[in-house]
Nanobody, 116 residues
């Protein structure tokens, strides 16, 4: 079965950095685009980064562009999210996501808290 397991969240001060990881299993990782989303309390879940199956194409919303970097290691079945210059408003639960056989799969999420 498809499993996505996030790690690397925590508490960090404004301006700090964190690196999230998402370990994938149960599907052909190298064939699928991957993405990171986040959900803050009282807000809808939003896309923060996407990456093609090869890693050559990435996409970000303006809110994180230039601060966040998504990458992947296909032999390790892992996708990463490097977050720099963190802001208070980046506080949220961060999820990785994939689509396999026309179904969405999400990890359990990892909490990122940025203190001002």
């Amino acid at each position: 079965q498809v499993q996505l397991v996030e790690s690397g969240g925590g508490l960090v001060q404004t301006g700090g950095s964190l690196r999230l990881s998402c370990a994938a299993s149960g599907f052909t990782f190298s064939s699928r685009p991957m993405s990171w989303y986040r959900q803050a309390p009282g807000k809808e879940r939003e896309l923060v980064a996407g990456i093609s199956n090869t890693g050559r194409v990435t996409t970000y919303p303006d809110s994180v562009k230039g601060r966040f970097t998504i990458s992947r290691d296909n032999p390790k079945n892992t996708v990463y999210l490097q977050m720099n210059s963190l802001k208070f408003e980046d506080t949220a639960i961060y999820y990785c996501k994939t689509v396999w056989l026309a179904k969405d799969y999400w990890g359990q999420g990892t909490q990122v808290t940025v203190s001002s």
